[in-house]
């Protein structure tokens, strides 16, 4: 794929990321970013995998059913969280 086009694949995501809800555990997960973007679920894990994904400090994780895909090293929020789904 071209390198343009992954870029707005991964600034589609950050954005998503910045959308959906915080469920508990502080993460968010896949099919939420997949309502949001309409972007394939294999797409958005390879672009979470391979690419700098900015993550909120709020978010500890994001998850594909109950399955960490990602850790956010910047995590830096509570494990409790009053905005948590």
Avoid: H
Avoid at 24 to 29: C, E, I, M
Avoid at 55 to 63: A, D, G, V
Wanted: hydrophobic content about 40%; proline content about 4%.
């Amino acid at each position: 794929m071209e390198e343009d086009l992954m870029e707005k694949y991964v600034k589609a995501i950050q954005s998503a990321i910045e959308q959906a809800p915080i469920k508990k555990g502080n993460a968010v997960d896949i099919s939420d970013l997949w309502v949001i973007t309409s972007l394939p679920t294999d797409l958005i894990i390879e672009c979470l995998k391979s690419f700098e994904v900015e993550i909120p400090s709020n978010i500890r994780k994001i998850t594909n059913n109950g399955r960490v895909i990602i850790k956010n090293s910047n995590y830096s929020g509570n494990d409790i969280d009053s905005n948590s789904v």
